[in-house]
């Protein structure tokens, strides 16, 4: 079984859900939060990976929470 992480990205226009790292990574480069010349999508994923439920990282002016680890 596969196990999905699911975060929450708060931002100043609100908070948007992701069901996974992935996902996450390719907002936060996409919107401009995290900038691919200092985090490329693999290593802003490995953090997102490596995040404990109820742990957060600012990433720009966003934060993300990681919510949960679903299997």
């Given amino acids: 079984m596969t196990t999905i992480a ?3 990205v708060d931002t100043p226009d ?3 859900e992701f069901p996974t790292a992935g996902s996450t ?3 936060l480069l ?3 939060f995290a900038h691919a ?3 490329p999508h693999w290593h802003m994923r490995w953090c997102l990976d490596r995040m ?3 742990e957060s990282m600012d990433v720009g002016n966003a934060r ?3 919510e949960a ?3």
Avoid: C, L, S
Wanted: hydrophobic content about 30%; overall charge negative; cysteine-free.
């Fill in 25 to 27: 990574a390719e907002y």
């Fill in 30 to 32: 996409g919107a401009g």
């Fill in 6 to 8: 699911e975060f929450v």
């Fill in 69 to 71: 680890t679903q299997e």
């Fill in 14 to 16: 609100g908070e948007i």
């Fill in 37 to 39: 010349d200092r985090e």
């Fill in 52 to 54: 404990e439920p109820g």
């Fill in 64 to 66: 993300v929470i990681r």
